[in-house]
T-cell receptor, first 112, second 114 residues
């Protein structure tokens, strides 16, 4: 069974630029999560999807962050415009009902 | 709001020895799940063990076991016969349901001395 795929693995941008991350969950996993992990901290949920609907986006900075999961499969997270404090690892995870979350390898974003 | 606290930023253990990683949490819920995740330098977060709050029996997975003290809101991870491959960041996490968001602690860096 293939794991959660994410791309790119690394991205360096200048502040005020835009960036997008892609995630493909494990086949059949209806729930998809995006977490932000700042260096030295535990991951923090940004947004959770159930199929193509949003379950929780209470900690998503909506003035600059957006995410979509149009067909209920893969998902894109976008930041526009980026700030220095957005430098972090962005983790995607997926799960099926009543089972644990499986994480992807993450995208390390550096904003200069 | 639920919080997870890991007060030890680093720990070290001799290979083949036993180490215990501490975690406390705060919640007003009666049903919830607790997890320990391992994150090696490659960054892929891997589930180590999970505990359902309604279960009184402590979970075990091979060399990994937990000491779940519900009244004290404590959830420690014991690693027996430590191996070099156990070196990683370990995160304690909480969720209110099997498909609910995870709330993580700050993590602890475990090093294993050969």
């Amino acid at each position: 069974e293939a794991g959660v795929a994410q791309s790119p693995r690394y991205k360096i941008i200048e502040k005020r630029q835009s960036v997008a991350f892609w995630c493909n969950p494990i086949s059949g996993h209806a729930t998809l999560y995006w977490y932000q992990q700042i260096l030295g901290q535990g991951p923090k949920l940004l947004i959770q999807f159930q199929n193509n609907g949003v379950v929780d986006d209470s900690q998503l900075p909506k003035d600059r962050f957006s995410a979509e999961r149009l067909k209920g499969v893969d998902s894109t997270l976008k930041i526009q415009p980026a700030k220095l404090e957005d430098s972090a690892v962005y983790l995607c995870a997926s799960s099926r009902p009543f089972y644990e979350q499986y994480f992807g390898p993450g995208t390390r974003l550096t904003v200069t | 709001a639920q919080t997870v606290t890991q007060s030890q930023p680093e720990m070290s253990v001799q290979e083949a020895e036993t180490v215990t990683l501490s975690c406390t949490y705060d919640t007003s819920e009666s049903d919830y799940y607790l997890f320990w995740y391992k994150q090696p330098p490659s960054r892929q977060m891997i589930l180590v063990i999970r505990q359902e709050a309604y279960k009184q029996q402590n979970a075990t997975e091979n060399r990994f076991s937990v000491n779940f003290q519900k009244a004290a809101k404590s959830f420690s991870l014991k690693i027996s016969d430590s191996q070099l491959g156990d070196a990683a960041m370990y995160f304690c996490a909480y969720s209110t349901g099997a498909n609910s968001k995870l709330t993580f602690g700050k993590g602890i860096t475990l090093s294993v001395r050969p």
